[in-house]
């Protein structure tokens, strides 16, 4: 007897669509390495790091790669766009810029370290204190990265860390600030908390 042969019947209506979180970041190697994190077939968010092959690193510059991006690829009500920059020695005029877009929509975010993402990296290990200056925070994260060059080995960055990292950010950022740290600090647990929540 001929084995039944199966059939397939689309459902409609029952295709579920994996949540965007766009990132335009500053970098072209740290962030995306570490964002990669977050991005499986297991969960139901998509990471999509818009890909800064020009070394174009000015807030604008950052600002300018999302627009693009948005215009070619419209975003779905659920997904979401942030912007990941430092403060480095950017003035608030042009980070402004970059805050003044994040307020447009709901779906859009700014995500900011200060000095720069590696203090963001360093929370992850310990409460960040004693930093004032992008040297310190190369320094602080080579004593827990001891290979650090802008290559992360991705499977130090624990779930119990992740979370650490929130916590200790929270701290810092309290009052939370309305635009971005003036002080020390960082914003990215904003973005990584949302992703986590998806």
């Given amino acids: ?3 039944k042969r199966r059939t397939f019947q689309r459902i409609s209506g029952t295709r579920r669509y994996r949540k965007v979180f766009v990132i ?4 072209a190697k740290t962030e995306q390495q570490y964002f990669s994190l977050f991005n499986n077939d297991k969960t139901s968010i998509q990471i ?5 092959k020009k070394h174009k690193s000015s807030p604008k510059q950052v600002l300018s790669q999302m627009k693009k991006h948005l215009k070619d690829s419209e975003l779905r009500k659920e ?3 942030w912007l990941v920059v430092d403060k480095d020695d950017w003035d608030d005029a042009d980070l402004n810029l970059l805050y003044q877009w994040s307020q447009q929509k709901e779906q859009y975010g700014l995500a900011l370290s200060n000095p720069m993402f590696e203090y963001w990296l360093t929370l992850h290990f310990d409460d960040g204190n004693d930093i004032s200056t992008s040297r310190d925070c190369k320094a602080r ?9 802008k290559n992360l080995n991705l499977r130090i960055f624990t779930p119990e860390n992740i979370q650490a990292a929130i ?5 810092k950022d309290r009052p939370p600030c309305q635009d971005w740290p003036r002080q020390t600090g960082t914003t990215v647990y904003r973005l990584i908390t949302s992703i986590l929540a998806s």
């Fill in 1 to 3: 007897m001929a084995p």
């Fill in 24 to 27: 335009a970041t500053e970098g």
């Fill in 48 to 52: 999509k790091c818009l890909s800064n």
């Fill in 79 to 81: 997904d979401q766009a």
């Fill in 141 to 149: 994260i080579k004593q827990h990265i001891q290979e650090y060059d």
């Fill in 167 to 171: 916590q200790r950010a929270k701290v």
